[in-house]
């Protein structure tokens, strides 16, 4: 099945920085990559996403790249800002029988110091 | 939007009582719900996917059993835990999936078994 692995678990930036975090996944079959944002004691939320079939999207501040070829994906956050301070997981899928399964990254840590 | 609610948002009960937790899908049908559970500091894991009208599927470890699984509706899942122990304290969240898009997560249920 799939196996995804994320990195760092622990990131520290500055205010105004940029934040990178990368994952890769082991099956070549998913095609589709989301990223969530979970603050404490609440639910995940999608940020961003893409699909296999893109290499690279951006939504403001937010942009996720994607490497088919080496099966990884990062995502990268600009001019940071203390609200995006969270933990955040990536995720993988491949669309089975009518629905996505989601394997998720083991969560990153993000804290912006002000 | 895909809003997802999920009811309640903290519970806690004695040992050996069932609790039972709902999932929502507010404003789209959703054509799979799938249960996470989250213990502290570590990623999600998948307990099962459920669709409107069928048995859930369980992930290997997760003991069908104990943790009963209703989809009445595309609208509505519940996780029921019977026989709660203090191992099963952790947050349960779900997710539902619009169709060719997923992982809409709920707010997420807080368990505390005394």
């Known amino acids: 099945g799939e196996n995804v692995e994320q990195h760092p678990s622990t990131l520290s930036v500055q205010e105004g920085d940029s934040a990178v975090i990368k994952c890769t996944y082991s099956d070549s079959a998913s095609n589709y990559f989301p990223w969530y944002k979970q603050e404490l004691g609440k639910g995940p939320q999608l940020i961003i996403d893409i699909r296999s079939n893109v290499g690279e999207k951006k939504d403001q501040r937010i942009a996720v790249t994607l490497n088919k070829t080496a099966k990884h994906f990062s995502l990268h956050i600009t001019e940071t800002q203390p609200e995006d301070s969270a933990v955040y997981f990536c995720a993988a899928s491949n669309f089975i029988q009518g629905a996505q399964k989601l394997v998720f990254g083991q969560g990153t840590r993000l804290t912006i110091n002000p | ?114």
């Open chain 2, 1 to 114: 939007g895909a809003v997802v609610s999920q009811h309640p948002s903290w519970v806690i009960c004695k040992s050996g009582t069932s609790v039972k937790i709902e999932c929502r899908s507010l404003d789209f049908q959703a054509t799979t719900m799938f249960w996470y559970r989250q213990f502290p500091k570590q990623s999600l894991m998948l307990m099962a996917t459920s669709n409107e009208g069928s048995k859930a599927t369980y992930e290997q470890g997760v003991e069908k059993d104990k943790f009963l699984i209703n989809h009445a509706s595309l609208t509505l899942s519940t996780l029921t835990v019977t026989s709660a122990h203090p191992e099963d304290s952790s947050f349960y969240i779900c997710s539902a999936d619009k169709r060719y898009r997923p992982g809409f997560f709920g707010p997420g249920t807080r368990l505390t078994v005394l």
